[in-house]
Structures are given as structure tokens and as C-alpha cells.
């Protein structure tokens, strides 16, 4: 891929930045996150623009990397070059804030996002649902599914699990069947390993 990148930087005429994201985005998929960062480096050397994808790929990079003040950048980056950052640019930031555990700032940038007009999907429930979750903010988590279901986005398995299981690992297993029966009557199917947490609580319990 490498040994492509090279090639390409020195064709003439040059390949697009549509191509140029194309190999950006595989290499990203297999983790070699430095390794697109320094290529997307060497392009813009070149005199190749980046376009709102190639600095989609830069962000969630900066992200994986842990390299927050970078990923923001890259987002003013964006509104320099005219573009307008999408629910993409937004999912993969809220991501990078999660895994950094600042949830409360992430709560912050849906607001953003909103303001906006970004409306936020079942991608971005789903991060900072897990993101509240890893912080013990269960409730939070319980009332942000509500709100956003008020505003059409359904839940799916995902958006329950990372709930289920921090209700059963705190010993609140009634929550959590209360909550099992709620997906149940909303005909959302949980997933395999909340129910075996359910399961070895009640045997726990002598039910």
C-alpha cells in the first residue's frame, strides 16, 4: 500500500483526492494509524488538498491515537477550507471524547452538533451510551435513550448492553430485567451476553 502511495504521489497527471482517501480509508481499517497521518502529510506536501473526507479519516486517526487537540484541529481545518463538518466528523469526535472518558464534554458536542443542524443517529446514542456507562452514569444513559427516541432515533441492541451490563455487575438485577422486558415489548432482541449476566445473578440469588 505504501509502495502504491509512492506511485501515485509521482503520476502524471496526479490521482485524485477521491483515491487517495480510497487507500487512506483501507490502511485506517487495518490500525496503521500513523501511518495515514504521515501519508496524508506527504499529499498536502505534494499541493494535493485535502477534501471533508481525507480530514474525516485524519480525525478519527488523531482519535484512535488518543491525540485529541490534533482531532480538533483537523475539525477547524474543515471550516477553513469551506467545508461544513457532517454527523461523520461529529460520531467520530464524540468516539475520541468517550474513549478519553471526558464524557461530559461529549455530551457537550451533541449539543454543538444540534445547534448545528446535525441530527444525531443511532451511531452517536450508541457511543455515548457506552461512554456514560463506563463512567457509572447509568441513569444519564437510561434518560439520553429516552430524549432521543422523542426525537425518532430507535435504540437497537448495541444501545442496551453496555446498560444491562453495568446494571447486573452492580447487583441491580431488577433494573435490568425491567429493562429486558421494556426491549422485549419494543422488539429489541438483547444480546447474548447481558442475558448470561442476568442468568448467573438470579442463580446467584437462589431464582
Given amino acids: ?11 502524471r497527471p496526479l490521482p485524485t483526492v477521491i483515491d487517495f482517501n480510497r487507500l487512506f480509508g483501507l490502511l485506517a481499517r487495518t490500525k496503521q494509524y500513523d501511518l495515514v497521518l504521515a501519508l496524508c502529510k506527504q499529499m498536502e506536501l505534494k499541493g494535493i488538498a485535502y477534501d471533508l473526507y481525507t ?17 480538533f484541529s483537523a475539525m477547524g481545518e474543515i471550516f477553513k477550507l469551506g467545508y461544513e463538518p457532517n454527523t461523520v466528523t461529529f460520531n467520530t469526535l464524540l468516539n475520541g471524547l468517550c474513549l ?23 451511531i452517536t446514542l450508541n457511543t455515548l451510551v457506552n461512554g456514560l456507562c463506563l463512567k457509572d ?12 427516541m422523542a426525537n ?14 453495568r446494571m447486573c455487575k452492580s447487583g441491580n438485577t431488577a433494573s435490568a430485567l425491567d ?19 442476568i442468568n448467573d445473578n438470579l442463580s446467584k440469588d437462589g431464582r
Avoid: W
Wanted: aromatic share 8%.
Fill in 152 to 165: 425518532g432515533c430507535q435504540p437497537n441492541q448495541f444501545t442496551y448492553g453496555p446498560i444491562l451490563n
Fill in 55 to 71: 480530514l474525516n479519516i485524519m480525525i478519527n486517526c488523531f482519535c484512535r491515537r488518543r491525540k485529541l487537540g490534533f482531532a
Fill in 100 to 122: 478519553e472518558g471526558r464524557v461530559f464534554e461529549a455530551v457537550e458536542l451533541v449539543d454543538c452538533m444540534v445547534l448545528s443542524q446535525h441530527v444525531p443517529d443511532l
Fill in 137 to 148: 452514569r447509568v441513569s444519564e444513559a437510561v434518560d439520553l435513550i429516552a430524549r432521543m
Fill in 179 to 197: 429493562l429486558r422486558r421494556k426491549m422485549e415489548h419494543r422488539k429489541i432482541k438483547p444480546q447474548v451476553v447481558p442475558y448470561t449476566i
Fill in 1 to 11: 500500500a505504501v509502495a502504491l502511495f509512492q506511485t501515485m504521489i509521482v503520476s
